[in-house]
């Protein structure tokens, strides 16, 4: 976790540790991409089920900087590319994604099978979180930076 209050750890984890639609940004050539995905958050980070070969996972291989928005909260980070869903390395992961995707995780939209089946962590930098009248302005620490 990072430099900011329990408070606004709470918050985080009411709001987005489940499923949640948030905005995510990439760059490519200099020009900004967004995007909505579903996410789950924990710890600093969001995570997300995607397909290897897209065009956010290509474009973050590139230049993994990102930005997230969704409900009253947006910050900047990192994309790391956890690589296939069912690796062993992920299972815990897999297994938290399953639970908090649970109503359309097995709709056909994604193969388990298929080693393309990525799972995608936005480990956070920086953000500022708004709820109630207050501002939170936090810095993750986060060792991917």
Request: charged share 25%; hydrophobic share 40%.
């Amino acid at each position: 976790m990072g430099k900011w209050t329990q408070e606004a750890e709470t918050i985080l984890q009411e709001r987005f540790g489940k499923d949640s639609v948030i905005a995510l940004a990439t760059i490519e050539d200099g020009k900004p991409w967004v995007r909505n995905v579903n996410a789950f958050y924990e710890d600093g980070a969001f995570y997300v089920i995607t397909y290897g070969l897209s065009n956010k996972m290509r474009q973050l291989a590139k230049n993994p900087e990102a930005a997230i928005a969704g409900d009253w909260f947006t910050a900047q980070g990192r994309g790391v590319d956890m690589g296939y869903f069912g690796r062993e390395e992920n299972r815990e992961m897999a297994q938290k994604l399953r639970q908090a995707f649970a109503a359309w995780i097995d709709n056909g939209h994604n193969d388990f099978q298929d080693v393309n089946t990525h799972i995608l962590r936005i480990a956070l930098r920086q953000g500022c979180l708004l709820s109630h009248g207050k501002r939170y302005d936090i810095a993750f620490d986060q060792k991917d930076f």
